[in-house]
């Protein structure tokens, strides 16, 4: 233990994910040591992310303005919405390259145990997206766990009212995996999303 300030950055610093006792330390005593250009940079940028990131109006991306970069691109095709659980989704499927649609941010996934329902998702700004018929499909991206299929099957159920075509990704099996190690999910996904190899 060390004490003072230098231990509360270490505390601070070890609340951070994935940021264990050891390297909160090392990050710390490398702070004390560090020219303070370098801690001003720092402090400055972690600054800048709290007082200008905000959600995009539109879809709940992460923005520095009223309307994402996406929303505001015409290129983008406006009939096809992909529904994720969280802005972090949309940098892995914008790395892809495969989609060239909108977004919806859900803010999180149907999760009784925690009190989440879908009231307390994006859920309505979803639907308020759809009342001028310009959306032809929505993809639901949500993650392929229990919390994840519960919300597409909510989100299918409810589109299916309003006329408008619902996709669900298709998860595949890991490559270079065993089927024996699949979990239930990922194994009924795959089947279910099966294709035709003739
Ligand atoms: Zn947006």
């Not at 003072?4 to 710390?28: C, F, H, N, T, Y």
């Not at 970069?69 to 919405?81: E, G």
């Not at 993650?143 to 099957?153: L, M, V």
Request: hydrophobic share 35%; aromatic share 4%; net charge negative.
């Amino acid at each position: 233990m060390y004490e003072g300030a230098l231990q509360d950055l270490i505390d601070e610093l070890g609340q951070l994910p994935g940021v264990g006792p050891k390297s909160a330390q090392r990050m710390a005593l490398h702070l004390l040591e560090a020219e303070p250009e370098d801690v001003e940079r720092l402090t400055t940028a972690i600054n800048a992310v709290r007082n200008q990131v905000k959600y995009c109006s539109v879809c709940g991306n992460l923005t520095e303005d009223d309307e994402c970069s996406i929303c505001r691109d015409p290129r983008r095709d406006p009939s096809i919405i992909c529904v994720v659980q969280e802005p972090k989704d949309i940098q892995a499927i914008e790395n892809s390259r495969v989609f060239r649609g909108r977004y919806h941010v859900l803010g999180g996934a149907i999760d009784p145990i925690h009190g989440i329902g879908p009231d307390q998702l994006r859920i309505r700004q979803l639907l308020g997206r759809l009342s001028d018929g310009v959306v032809q499909e929505i993809i639901i991206a949500t993650n392929p766990n229990i919390e994840g299929e519960a919300t597409a099957s909510y989100l299918a159920r409810t589109l299916s009212t309003i006329g408008v075509t619902t996709t669900r990704l298709a998860m595949g099996l890991p490559v270079g995996g065993d089927l024996e190690y699949a979990d239930s999910i990922t194994l009924g996904r795959a089947m279910e999303g099966r294709r035709n190899m003739s």
